[in-house]
Each structure stands twice: as structure tokens, then as C-alpha cells.
């Protein structure tokens, strides 16, 4: 019987800007994808704003025209986003912003804790801290 990998969302733009990284890093992109694309569905989602900054420019738009990334239309922050695809498809956000300027759309704290996941860049290696 075929297995079906567990979905999980990405929060692009916090990845590549890790730690406020300037200009935003697709080699954090890269290294997210390369450690987790063999256990999990990924589901990146980017601020439009993203395209405008990224250090290279042609591999983002690799990752874009394959639909690895999707991009929140401009107007739109992609946390909204993140948030609204993790409680449709009841699977965890690897992000390390505390989406604290959307709680009125997160069903509640615990599910937030349940659902965040951060992570770390160390040593090019990338890094995820499940709840245990």
C-alpha cells in the first residue's frame, strides 16, 4: 500500500530571512528542501515581496514556476495564508515568527503550539524542533 508523506507548510520568507538576513538567503530555501523533501509533502508559501529581494533571483524562480513556492498575492501576508492552508489541512507551520499578529484567525494557543514548528540554520544544516 502506497504511504502519503504528511503535509507540512513552509513559511518561505521567514526561511530565507533567517535571523533578518539581508538580502533574504535562497540557499536557506534550499537547504529546508534538501533536509525535509523526503520525509514530508512541503508546502511553501512566500510574501510577494520576496521576489523583489532574494539574493538569486533564478533559482527562486525555479522553485516559483515549478509551484514548489507559492506567493500570497500582494496585499495579502502570507501568514494569513500559512494559517488558513495548516487549519484546512490540519498540518504544522515550520515558521519561526510567533504569528502573533494574527491570532484572531488561529483557532486557539494550544493549537498553535501543536501546529508551530521552528527551526534553525546551523552550519548550513537546517534544523526542526517538534513538540514532543
Same mark, same amino acid.
Given at each position: 500500500?502506497?504511504?502519503?508523506?504528511?503535509?507540512?507548510?513552509t513559511?518561505?520568507?521567514?526561511? @530565507?530571512?533567517?535571523?533578518?538576513?539581508?538580502?533574504? &538567503?535562497?540557499?536557506?530555501? /534550499?537547504?529546508?528542501?534538501?533536509?525535509?523533501k523526503?520525509? $514530508?509533502?512541503? +508546502?511553501? +508559501?512566500?510574501?510577494?515581496?520576496? $521576489?523583489?529581494?532574494? /539574493?538569486?533571483?533564478?533559482?527562486y524562480?525555479? $522553485?516559483? &514556476?515549478?509551484?514548489? +513556492?507559492l506567493?500570497?498575492?500582494?496585499? !495579502? &501576508?502570507? /501568514?494569513?495564508?500559512?494559517?488558513m492552508? @495548516?487549519?484546512?489541512?490540519?498540518?504544522?507551520? !515550520?515558521?519561526n515568527?510567533?504569528?502573533?499578529?494574527?491570532?484572531?484567525?488561529?483557532p486557539?494557543?494550544?493549537?498553535?503550539?501543536?501546529?508551530?514548528?521552528?527551526?534553525?540554520?546551523?552550519?548550513?544544516?537546517?534544523? +526542526? $524542533?517538534?513538540?514532543?
Amino acid at each position: 500500500m502506497l504511504k502519503l508523506k504528511p503535509k507540512i507548510i513552509t513559511d518561505i520568507s521567514n526561511i @530565507a530571512g533567517y535571523y533578518n538576513e539581508f538580502p533574504p &538567503k535562497i540557499k536557506n530555501i /534550499d537547504n529546508m528542501y534538501n533536509t525535509l523533501k523526503y520525509k $514530508y509533502w512541503i +508546502i511553501g +508559501i512566500a510574501d510577494w515581496q520576496l $521576489y523583489n529581494c532574494i /539574493d538569486n533571483l533564478e533559482s527562486y524562480k525555479y $522553485y516559483l &514556476k515549478r509551484r514548489i +513556492i507559492l506567493e500570497a498575492p500582494p496585499g !495579502i &501576508k502570507a /501568514d494569513i495564508l500559512l494559517i488558513m492552508k @495548516a487549519i484546512q489541512d490540519d498540518c504544522p507551520i !515550520i515558521t519561526n515568527d510567533n504569528l502573533r499578529d494574527h491570532e484572531d484567525l488561529i483557532p486557539s494557543i494550544s493549537w498553535l503550539k501543536n501546529h508551530r514548528i521552528p527551526f534553525d540554520i546551523i552550519n548550513g544544516e537546517f534544523r +526542526i $524542533y517538534l513538540s514532543k
